[in-house]
């Protein structure tokens, strides 16, 4: 700062050095010598005084684009000298940067869309394997919100063996919010040259019991239509004999009598059995879609009850809810349900009860029975543990429950012996 004051004084420093060399001048001389020093003094300040307040402003630009101001733009981008071509390429800098921060700021609201509209849940680790991002779906998954969740260690979250299961594999996995067949995908990443590790958890078990169900659908479909055409025949064959047979008054040889009487009734009888079957079976691949309606929980279940008039099944006190669901095919659900409960616990009470849980309501039917098999085929189509059973009781039961958005499980129970059957559905708006 000083350098400059003494450059912007030297003109009149050489002007008073010249005087006091060469003596007092005449006053026209001074007159001149006045206006020159005034002149010079005038030039040496813009010379001087300029620079450093253009250079200052060039700084004053560049600090707000290193602090991410790419809003901010140079005046005197028209000027024709060095300072406008200056100004004129800041300018393009600055409008380039902002168009970057824009489009990456869009990018990121869409993957931000993205993530939480997925049903898969998505976990991005650091190197040292703290958890740097989590979807919704992974915040459901594990129980927890994002703020608990962000900074723990895979390990603690209970996530890191799922790092040695192969990429791509299906496995059967029990989480804090959700237990079932689960597809595990991970791969490396890497962002501002450290590597982290991203973690995808997608649910398989809808997926694939859809897939089982249409197998079985077309299964089905094409069994009823070949026991059908088989047992068609057979029915008119009776009618046939029948009309063989010698009226009243006629007899045959009463051993051949009986045994033609014998054979046509169990023909009979195995053709309508089979026929009764066909259609009971038939059923899991005619299910009508459903008419889902506000329902009362209540109302529902204490009709359920007074089909079975049996003192075993006792209602527990609940509080006063409604659910989205159709009532016909619930009931349906709740039958098989309290059925199979009261047939397991034998002369031990049955309890009905339910209650709400987040945006869905719990109908539970719990039993004093033997506990739930160890096999995990009892909601596959035609498996039965009964000896009289059909097999497909909880398979339509969860054909139902899942077709209204809903779930349907068994566990153990955890206050005694047992079981206790589970059905979440949606809980109606207020």
């Avoid at 001149?32 to 253009?54: I, N």
């Avoid at 997925?118 to 040292?128: M, N």
């Avoid at 002369?347 to 339910?354: C, I, R, T, Y």
């Avoid at 139902?400 to 079981?419: C, F, K, M, S, W």
């Amino acid at each position: 700062m000083r350098r400059n004051n003494l450059l912007v004084a030297l003109p009149a420093l050489l002007a008073l050095a010249g005087v006091m060399l060469a003596g007092m001048p005449h006053p026209a001389e001074a007159v001149a010598l006045f206006m020159l020093v005034v002149l010079l003094t005038g030039v040496m300040w813009r010379f001087v005084g300029e620079r450093p307040s253009r250079l200052q402003t060039v700084v004053n630009l560049l600090e707000a684009l290193r602090e991410g101001d790419y809003g901010v733009r140079a005046s005197g981008a028209d000027r024709g000298d060095d300072f406008g071509d200056i100004a004129r390429r800041f300018n393009e800098l600055a409008a380039r940067l902002q168009d970057e921060q824009r489009g990456l700021h869009e990018s990121l609201q869409l993957l931000s869309k993205t993530l939480a509209a997925l049903d898969g849940a998505v976990f991005a680790f650091e190197r040292d394997g703290r958890l740097r991002l989590v979807n919704p779906a992974g915040e459901r998954l594990l129980g927890r919100s994002a703020v608990e969740l962000l900074g723990a260690d895979a390990s603690m979250l209970g996530l890191a063996p799922l790092f040695d299961v192969a990429s791509g594999e299906i496995i059967a996995h029990g989480f804090p919010g959700q237990s079932g067949r689960w597809q595990v995908g991970h791969a490396t990443l890497r962002s501002r040259s450290q590597e982290g590790r991203l973690l995808v958890v997608q649910p398989m078990e809808r997926a694939l019991r859809e897939e089982e169900a249409q197998a079985f659908g077309r299964l089905l479909r094409v069994l009823s239509h070949e026991i059908t055409n088989s047992m068609a025949p057979i029915g008119s064959m009776v009618d046939t004999l029948q009309g063989l047979l010698p009226g009243a008054g006629h007899s045959l040889d009463a051993e051949l009598d009986a045994d033609v009487r014998h054979g046509l009734d169990v023909i009979g009888q195995r053709s309508a059995a089979l026929l009764r079957f066909v259609g009971h079976y038939a059923r899991l691949a005619r299910l009508p879609p459903p008419q889902c309606i506000r329902v009362d929980v209540a109302g529902l279940c204490e009709r359920v009850v007074r089909l079975f008039d049996d003192a075993r099944i006792r209602v527990l006190p609940s509080e006063s809810l409604e659910l989205l669901g159709d009532p016909d095919q619930l009931e349906q659900v709740l039958i098989n349900l309290l059925r199979n409960a009261v047939e397991a616990g034998g002369d031990n009470d049955v309890l009905l009860g339910w209650h709400r849980q987040g945006r869905c309501v719990l109908v539970e039917v719990s039993d004093l029975g033997p506990g739930l098999p160890s096999s995990g085929n009892l909601f596959v189509p035609f498996f039965t543990t009964k000896p009289q059973g059909a097999g497909i009781g909880l398979a339509l039961s969860r054909q139902i429950v899942e077709a209204q958005d809903g779930t349907l499980e068994l566990h153990p129970r955890e206050d005694a012996g047992g079981a206790v059957a589970r059905m979440s559905l949606p809980v109606a708006d207020d």
